[in-house]
């Protein structure tokens, strides 16, 4: 059983050293690329080390490190539960900040910088329960890693891909938590506190449209110039009549909520196959020429596709929208095998509500489906139970200030969050 109450922790103490850790880690710019993690990795090795852990460090590439450690668990027949989080974050434009984002200052009550919510802050929550089950000798039911990988934000080659192609067997795990799942009052309808954990993401497909036509003079146009050809392709896609059925997890999330998701452009997009515009090019010259009609013109699509749904038929779908013009429409990404989304009806999940009821106890704990994607895909296809799960209850703005010039998190949330983990890692599951 957990012992909440009875912990002889210092949790006041600990939340602010997790704080100043916390801080020091975001002073450390991971910026991805190249996802230079050597000093990430220093740093969280010596924090692992001086807490008694021996932390191995992993070199995946030049200047790339995943950094692992391992609690080892009652029952050594269980496979062990993974605390995923990667140490590398996305480019930030200083200019555009109202407080520098490698400062990692406090400022009413939030913790602002790149990398807080994006996912460090997450990272040293999961650490900070890991150190503290060994600081207050509990051997929890089953064996706990940490793992801290090096390139998220890049698509994993040298981080989660690279560990699980060369270092399967250190890992192994059953069950995986990872980011993306948080606490919110703002996703449904009704004002509920909902605890979103992410079971699956959506399938991502890039697409890249050419159209041909004759080139000409701009004062003699015709239907059949390239560009406008593009144009019209390009709104038969985006006005396409959806004929998506919602996934079996947005309905679960409805059921368990009890009422209709919000309007919100993120909660559409985890209802469809969604299809963003995401570049036009066409023109001759630099700058183009107002007067000459290309003879090409192209456009990228980001279509980001429900579980289930296999991503040849959406091309021929969309291919077929528009088979009557001269458009091609070719794959610009390499397309994995999508694992279907963990179930949510495992031990975990269980352990996941009983733990959130009793630090929230007016919440309700459903499943998400992500409208993107995370390192949790990997695990998913390697058969693991992978679940998005960040303890900390966000408005909406800062929920999605991931990426963002404004990319912050509230410092209370963050502390009282390494308490819930703590709790959830003593769960029997
Ligand atoms: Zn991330």
């Known amino acids: 059983m957990p012992t909440t109450g009875s912990s002889p922790l210092d949790w006041n103490r600990l939340g ?11 002073r450390i710019p991971s910026v991805n ?8 990795a220093d740093f969280l090795r010596r924090l692992l080390e001086e807490s008694g852990f021996s932390a191995q460090v992993y070199s995946s590439g030049p200047t790339q490190r995943n950094v692992l450690a391992r609690l080892p668990g009652r029952d ?12 590398d974050v996305v480019p930030a434009d200083a200019s555009r900040w109202k407080l520098p984002p490698f400062a990692a200052t406090v400022q009413d009550g939030f913790l602002w910088g790149r990398g807080t919510l994006d996912m460090k802050g997450l990272g040293i929550q999961q650490l900070m329960a890991f150190l503290a089950l060994q600081r207050a000798a509990i051997v ?22 690279w560990m699980i192609e060369n270092h399967w067997n250190d890992l192994g795990p059953e069950y995986v938590l990872d980011e993306s799942g948080f606490g919110t009052r703002d996703l449904f309808a009704s004002p509920k506190l909902v605890f979103v954990i992410q079971v699956g993401d ?3 497909v890039w697409l890249r449209l050419r159209a041909t036509g004759r080139p000409g003079h701009g004062s003699i146009p015709t239907r059949d110039d390239a560009p406008a050809v593009l144009l019209r392709a390009i709104s038969r896609i985006l006005e396409r009549k959806e004929v998506d059925r919602p996934p079996e997890v947005v309905d679960a999330m409805v059921a368990r909520v009890g009422a209709s998701l919000a309007p919100h452009p993120f909660t559409d997009s985890i209802r469809r ?12 010259g630099s700058p183009p020429k107002i007067n000459v009609i290309p003879s090409v013109a192209e456009a990228t699509l980001d279509c980001r596709l429900l579980p289930g749904v296999d991503p040849q038929e959406f091309l021929s779908l969309l291919q077929s929208l528009v088979a009557d013009l001269p458009v091609s429409i070719e794959l610009a990404n390499e397309v994995a095998d999508p694992a279907p989304p963990s179930r949510w009806d495992t031990p ?10 009793r630090h929230y106890p007016e919440a309700v704990v459903s499943p998400l489906l992500s409208s993107g994607f995370t390192d949790s895909r990997y695990l998913r296809q390697k058969g693991a139970v992978a679940y998005g799960f960040m303890p900390m209850v966000l408005d909406p703005e800062t929920a999605w200030s991931a990426h963002s010039d404004s990319e912050r998190i509230p410092v209370a949330e963050f502390e009282r ?13």
Do not use: C, W
Request: proline content about 8%; cysteine-free.
């Open 16 to 26: 602010e050293e997790a704080l100043e850790i916390l801080q020091a880690y975001i």
């Open 140 to 161: 929890p039911p089953r064996t706990v890693l940490f793992l801290a990988t090096a390139d998220e934000e890049s698509g994993g080659q040298y981080g989660i891909r």
């Open 76 to 87: 050594p027949t269980r496979k062990p539960l993974l605390l995923l989080n990667h140490m």
């Open 273 to 284: 196959n969604s299809v963003a515009l995401t570049s036009l090019s066409a023109g001759v």
């Open 348 to 357: 975990l999940f269980a352990a996941i509500e009983r733990t959130v009821g």
């Open 33 to 40: 690329p190249p996802a230079d993690t050597t000093e990430t």
């Open 417 to 429: 969050g390494i308490r819930v983990l703590f709790d959830l890692l003593q769960e029997e599951f």
């Open 202 to 204: 959506k399938q991502p």
